[in-house]
Structure formats: structure tokens, C-alpha cells
């Protein structure tokens, strides 16, 4: 099983839909996750942090769900400039530096 | 802008020959990282530091060395270039238990 699991896509969605990804983890120590985005040919930026509480950026939303291992992000409104893969980012467990990406879920909004 | 700067950013060598990309960061950071991204795979840690001289082995680490003689720069070696290691290399820079902030990225094709 690999340490993070996304649905690697793509989800083609129109302008102004929501879209919601699911992203899995296998170690319960995990103590950090991120979302990042990543734009063809370029490198990963931060997206969001992700907390315990779940937490909202404008049409951005992180949760994550302990008990199933598991963290979501939701897009409301989506843009033509949403298009991208999405990375959800794990660290490997408790008190470690160290950060285990997944292999992204591609989104691409159609007009 | 993170700060984070590589070079080469495009590099073709050929098969055994060594290579050293080098990444340079203004932030002070005290981790910094050597990620490679394939298709399939996703991003994977090749070498960390966290600090000067203290660095560490990733996932992938056959085949490459890294050295970090200042904190603002961190160079990856690759001892003798092989068509596996035809990649596009990521640094990142970050700070203990806080996000990760990527370079532009290194490709390199070994023919």
C-alpha cells in the first residue's frame, strides 16, 4: 500500500462547479498535511495547510478526518485557473521533517 | 518568489559522466531537500539536510550525493550519470514542522 493515495483523475468539471478530492495515508502518526498545487511544467506551490479543525481559504476548503486517515479538499466555484494536479502532502510520522507526496489528481475546468 | 533558486535549470549529459546541480536559498531555511518527479511516481525524496554539513538519505538515494557546505546552498551529485536518473529535480527549502518551498526545477536528460 503506498503511504499516500490519490485519485489520480482527471475530473473534468465546468466552470462553477464544486469538485471534492480525497487524498489517503497509511501512518496514524502523521502529524502535517498540505495540499500543494502543481501547474504543468512547474513547481509545486502551497496550496493550504490542513488542521485538525478543517480550515477554509476563500473557495477552498481542508479537512481531515483522523479516524479514516484520510484528508479532502473541496473547490466551490471552480475557475478556469483552478486547472492543475493537486499533490496531498503527508509528513512520514510523528517528529519527522520528512514529506511524502502523493502522485496528485489532475482537475481540469472546462468553459 | 521562494527564494530558491537551481541551476542548471536544463542539462544533457551522457551516460557515466558525473553532474552536480546545485540549489541556492535566501530564506535561511534550515532543511533543505532534493526531490525527483517521474511520471507514475510522483515526487520522491532523493537527500535531505537539516543543517550545515548534517544530511541525510531519502527513498531514492542509490546513485546520488549530496553535500552542504553553507546553509544557503545544497548541491546534488550524481556520481555516474545513468538513463534512469533522466528526471526533472526539485529542490525545496523549509524549516522544521512548517511547509516546503519549492525551486523552479532542474531537467536533465542523460543520453
Known amino acids: 500500500r503506498k503511504e499516500v493515495e490519490q485519485d489520480p483523475g482527471p475530473f473534468n468539471v465546468p466552470e462553477g462547479a464544486t469538485v471534492a478530492f480525497n487524498c489517503t495515508y497509511s501512518?496514524?502518526?502523521?502529524?502535517?498535511f498540505f495540499w500543494y498545487r502543481q501547474d504543468c511544467r512547474k513547481e509545486p506551490k502551497l496550496l493550504m495547510s490542513?488542521?485538525?479543525s478543517g480550515n477554509e481559504d476563500g473557495r477552498f476548503t481542508a479537512q481531515l478526518n483522523r479516524a479514516s486517515q484520510y484528508i479532502s479538499l473541496l473547490i466551490r466555484d471552480s475557475k478556469l485557473s483552478d486547472s492543475a494536479t493537486y499533490l496531498c502532502?503527508?509528513?512520514?510520522?510523528?517528529?519527522?521533517?520528512?514529506?511524502?507526496f502523493g502522485t496528485g489528481t489532475r482537475l481540469q475546468v472546462f468553459p | 518568489d521562494a527564494g530558491i533558486t537551481q541551476s542548471p535549470r536544463h542539462k544533457v549529459t551522457e551516460t557515466g559522466t558525473p553532474v552536480t546541480l546545485r540549489c541556492h536559498q535566501t530564506?535561511?531555511?534550515?532543511?533543505m531537500y532534493w526531490y525527483r518527479q517521474d511520471p507514475g511516481h510522483g515526487l520522491r525524496l532523493i537527500h535531505y539536510s537539516y543543517g550545515v554539513k548534517d544530511t541525510d538519505k531519502g527513498e531514492v538515494s542509490d546513485g546520488y550525493s549530496v553535500s552542504r557546505s553553507k546553509t544557503e546552498d545544497f548541491l546534488l551529485t550524481l556520481e555516474s550519470a545513468t538513463s534512469s536518473q533522466t528526471s526533472v529535480y526539485f529542490c525545496a527549502g523549509g524549516d522544521f514542522g512548517n511547509t516546503i518551498y519549492f525551486g523552479e526545477g532542474s531537467w536533465l536528460t542523460v543520453v
Open positions: 501512518n496514524s502518526a502523521s502529524q502535517s
Open positions: 530564506e535561511n531555511h534550515r532543511y
Open positions: 490542513v488542521y485538525s
Open positions: 502532502v503527508v509528513n512520514k510520522g510523528r517528529n519527522t521533517d520528512k514529506l511524502i
